[in-house]
């Protein structure tokens, strides 16, 4: 997508009828007025990790509280989802509960920023502003940083799993008393045994005892 069709893409007016576009008409700018649901909604694109996220479209619980303040509308919410991944250590396919709590501002669009680094340079254009259009707010952006920052990054599909043996790729906690010991091709047993023998008769010829004329002679 090229650049303008992404400042394009950001100016879009917010469809009202998107479950992520929260309406807070309600609260009618009245500094202390308070609303609070829940909603149910499908999970966005973009909810997770490499090794383990929220898979698109699978349903997501939201508990919200939005109150009405000087500057604007402070949304508080906790996210509850399914993720579903795989374990770091043995690759195995996992599935763990994610809860997400987080709180945003939302400013009136003719909100005096005083508060904000308006005169400060540099620091203004790193601060990322949300802003009421009109009376609706999108909380997407918001929901989906909190979400990817309480994912674990190294998820395991238990605390203790051993992971896989290094040698052959097997799964550890499937064969707890794994190991390489003997033989595991029929062809390599064969030369395997040989060498056993070989062992055995050089020890053999260690442990003979020596006799008189088995000494070598004194320079």
């Known amino acids: 997508m090229s650049d303008r069709r992404k400042q394009e893409a950001l100016n879009a007016p917010l469809d009202p009828r998107s479950p992520l576009v929260l309406d807070t008409r309600e ?3 009245r500094p202390g007025a308070l609303k609070e649901f829940s909603r149910t909604v499908p999970a966005s694109a973009d909810l997770g990790i490499e090794v383990i996220g929220v898979p698109q479209g699978s349903p997501m619980e939201l508990d919200l509280r939005l109150e009405s303040v000087m500057e604007g509308v402070l949304v508080t919410g906790t ?4 993720l579903k991944g795989e374990c770091v250590r043995c690759l195995e396919p996992l599935e763990q509960e994610c809860e997400a709590d987080f709180q945003e ?5 003719d909100a005096d920023d005083r508060s904000r680094f308006a005169d400060t340079g ?3 254009e790193d601060e990322e502003t949300f802003r009421l259009e009109g009376d609706l707010l999108d909380l997407e952006p918001v ?3 909190a979400v990817v920052l309480s994912l674990p990054l190294q998820p395991v599909c238990q605390e203790d799993c051993p992971g896989l043996c290094p040698r052959c790729g097997a799964r550890l906690a499937d064969d707890p008393g794994h190991d390489h010991n003997e033989a595991v091709d029929i062809r390599w047993a064969a030369l395997e045994g040989l060498a056993g023998s070989m062992r055995d008769g050089e020890k053999d010829e260690d442990n003979e005892p020596r006799t008189a004329g088995d000494d070598p002679q004194e320079k």
């Open 105 to 109: 501002m939302f400013s009136y669009p």
């Open 79 to 82: 996210a509850r989802a399914r």
């Open 27 to 29: 609260l009618g700018r």
């Open 122 to 124: 540099d620091d203004a």
């Open 143 to 145: 929901l989906r940083d």
